[in-house]
């Protein structure tokens, strides 16, 4: 058996934005809660020379659509970067799964074998098969970005556990 393409992607991108917007809700609640300044949060980092929470977010998102648009041969939305709040990266994951929401699973068909060339960069140019491109480059980035907003949060005393990192499914 098979799994398509858009299965393989789409799917999995709209649980992990879903539960990325409810774990970043929580945590705005619980500066709240406890009158912590929300870009505690927002600024927090890992390590030092890790983005933090805020640019997580934003690049979380740029995979989502940018890996979404390659597979379906769609150009990549283009963000501006300039969220400062909760609220202006609630809107930014909006935007991202209603644009992702919007790609036809007919679009997907013959992603496995469509080239993706990228540009990250540099002057090189990185070029991938499609199902390649999804399983070996884009999901896993996609994946490190939610997963370290996730653990930034987590680090920071928001009690959140594996559940909410799945999200609905």
């Given amino acids: 058996m098979t799994i398509s393409m858009y299965s393989a992607s789409v799917p999995v991108i709209r649980q992990m934005l879903g539960s990325l917007s409810t774990i ?3 945590a705005q609640e619980h500066a709240g809660e406890r009158g912590i300044d929300p870009d505690a949060y ?3 980092r890992l390590f030092p020379d890790m983005f933090p929470l ?3 977010v934003q690049i979380a998102c740029d995979f989502a659509k940018g890996v ?3 597979l ?3 150009e990549v939305p283009s963000y501006e970067d300039n969220e400062r709040d909760f609220a202006q990266l609630q809107a930014r994951i909006a935007k991202t799964l209603a644009f992702v929401d919007g790609l036809e699973p007919a679009l997907f068909e013959g992603a496995e ?3 993706v060339v990228l540009r990250p960069g540099t002057p ?3 070029r991938f098969g499609g199902q390649d491109y999804l399983v070996r480059y884009g999901l896993p980035q996609f994946f490190f970005h939610v997963t370290t907003a996730y653990a930034i949060l987590r680090h920071n005393g928001l009690a959140i556990g ?3 990192f799945m999200g609905e499914h």
């Fill in 124 to 126: 090189k140019e990185r």
């Fill in 162 to 164: 594996k559940r909410d």
């Fill in 113 to 115: 074998d469509r080239e």
């Fill in 68 to 70: 979404s648009a390659r």
């Fill in 24 to 26: 970043l809700q929580r």
């Fill in 54 to 56: 805020l640019r997580q």
């Fill in 42 to 44: 927002l600024q927090a």
């Fill in 72 to 74: 379906a041969d769609v």
